[in-house]
């Protein structure tokens, strides 16, 4: 009855119980392993419910680091869990950046701002030839909100990077950020609308 993808109000809804007592069977599910949540802050709380207890292996995944450091939530799609190392700040950009995915690339931009190490961003970027596209959405990011700053050595060499696509995201391209698809040759999926989240 309650399995998948469920609201407060919908699970209370099903189970015809009031959302105070809807939100107390809930965290007794979540405390036995049947429940996962998702999403809050100023998007709805989802939750997801398993008849099967979730055993989480390993460490958290590309989803996880994201939604523990960004305003913008994910809802994850299935689980993903690291195994023997953690994804680190640095490469879940890259993933984002390469996954072309414009939800979890907006999310991700958040994270420009805790990159520890610049000289292990543009490492994994050039692995995955996303240098550029990676350079584009730090710059971007630098306009809309606070981010650490780039050394000008890792920006030169993101900066220089050949033969990679130009589609950060197939067929999208920006109408309010020209001057850095100019600059970097590539072609921003955002428009200032897309970016609103941030400013909230």
Known sequence: KLEGLSTIELIAKKLNLKKNTAIKK???LKKLG???TSGGGKQPRLYRISRIKTQKIGNPGLYDVINKNSPIKLVKPYEHRVVGRSISIEEAIVLAVKSENFRLILASLALFNKVKTWSKLYELAKRENVRRKTG???ELTRKIMRARKMDDKTQK???SA????KDI???MHSEDFKDIEKKWNVHIPFNYNDLRRYKE
């Open 169 to 171: 995201i197939a067929g």
């Open 136 to 138: 584009a959405l730090y």
């Open 162 to 165: 050949k033969h990679e696509k």
């Open 26 to 28: 809930i965290h007794e």
């Open 157 to 159: 060499l993101l900066l």
């Open 34 to 36: 049947y429940v996962e």
